[in-house]
């Protein structure tokens, strides 16, 4: 036979969960209200090429759900598909609002597949006319997964070539990651493999250096020049 305690034990337990049901139904009504529905999309961060206009209407139909209900990692996803957009936060804001910070690409240059590099050697899809805007873009080729290095060697190349007052327009790796870069004025560089690590920027650092000489033996400046030798460089100009 059951005992009195238990019996009480027992009715104790049975009320315990008609009151947790009774919260549960409560909490789930209340959740659904269309008070808690959001009626606001709030857009921050440095946006130059999306306007929240623009955000709004193209995640429109991707965002299901309110306050409660609505799953941010879906969100986030949602909001990454759009072009320019590197990174991305969403939070809830009490009681019907959505907070999006939005951190956009920064457009250095173009890759031959046709898709734009980030100045963080990220590969994406965006208008190029738009890039363009902030100035022209380096042409680069070659392996995609060669994107990070290319513009870590951009960066490198450059402050060599400040000296002489030329800039880097096109950089190229071959399938053998064999480098090669177009300056402006047009001077055509040929630089080899990065092998061991450095000797590319080393190879372009003594070129710099010997410019003046180039320029005194050609009687001229060089419109090309191969530093794949194990004993100097080639230098020549076009008549």
Known sequence: MIGVR?????????????LALL????????AHRPAFDFRRIEIRGDTRHLSAAEVRAA???HLAGNYFTLRLETARRAFET????????????????????LVEHHALGQWNDGRLVSDRGVLFVANPAEAEVEGPLVDFSGPPEHAEDAVRHWREFSAALVPLQMSVASIRVSERASWSMDAAPPLHIE?????????VQERLDSVAAAMPLIVA?????????????????AASRTP
């Open 82 to 101: 759009l072009p320019w957009v590197a990174a991305v936060s969403v939070r809830r804001v009490w009681p019907d609002r959505l907070r999006v910070t």
């Open 23 to 30: 919260a549960g139904g409560g909490a789930n009504w209340l």
């Open 59 to 61: 995640v429109s139909g």
């Open 217 to 233: 033996r050609l009687d001229g400046a060089a419109t090309r020049i191969d530093t794949r030798y194990s004993n100097g460089f």
């Open 191 to 199: 630089l080899g493999r990065d092998d061991p690590p450095g000797r």
């Open 6 to 18: 238990a019996m009480r034990l027992l009715a104790s337990a049975a009320l315990l969960a008609a």
